[in-house]
């Protein structure tokens, strides 16, 4: 009966033993990061806090690198005294004052422009903010009218030509390419 018992106790050991090694290589450790923590920009464009001053949904709207961008987002100014917030995008400068304790919607707002949009449609274009004292430098997303929520803040508004040509229907009784 001892024999039975010293047995019954060495598999249980060995059990648990395999259940801690297991759980420590699954990843169900107490120790693992909470991804649902991490801070992240749901949206096109970044954002970015600056003393006082938080930017958010910040980006370019623009045709090419050379052409004429709109700057879109929102500024908050937290502090009780009036912020100016300044941009540089590869050498393009806009600057916008935000009065304190109040935000701008740039989309609402007088236009924001760039005179040159610095990056071509679908890159990021290195750019420097400043405000309450403070800089940051990061890459801003440029966009175009392929975006249909942008096409309307394209300067000098968008083009009459599809921006995807492949994704048009081709006119009637034109034969149509394929596999």
Do not use: W
């Not at 039975?4 to 107490?30: E, I, N, P, W």
């Not at 403070?134 to 968008?158: E, I, K, M, N, W």
């Amino acid at each position: 009966m001892k024999n039975a018992a010293h047995k019954k106790l060495q598999h249980l050991g060995m059990g648990a033993a395999a259940l801690a090694v297991l759980t420590g290589v699954s990843g169900c450790a107490y120790i693992s990061p909470q991804a649902t923590m991490d801070s992240y920009a749901p949206t096109d464009g970044i954002q970015m806090d600056l003393g006082d001053v938080q930017l958010r949904n910040i980006l370019v709207v623009a045709e090419d690198e050379n052409s004429e961008g709109r700057v879109l987002g929102t500024l908050i100014n937290t502090g009780d005294q009036t912020e100016t917030v300044t941009m540089d995008a590869n050498g393009a400068r806009a600057s916008v004052e935000v009065p304190a304790n109040q935000e701008v919607v740039l989309e609402k707002s007088r236009p924001v422009l760039l005179d040159r949009a610095g990056a071509n449609p679908g890159l990021m274009v290195d750019t420097t903010f400043t405000a309450d004292d403070q800089d940051q430098t990061t890459q801003v997303p440029v966009l175009d009218h392929t975006y249909p929520r942008y096409a309307s803040f394209v300067p000098g508004g968008a083009p009459s030509t599809p921006a995807n040509p492949s994704n048009t229907p081709a006119p009637a009784g034109e034969a149509h390419g394929g596999h």
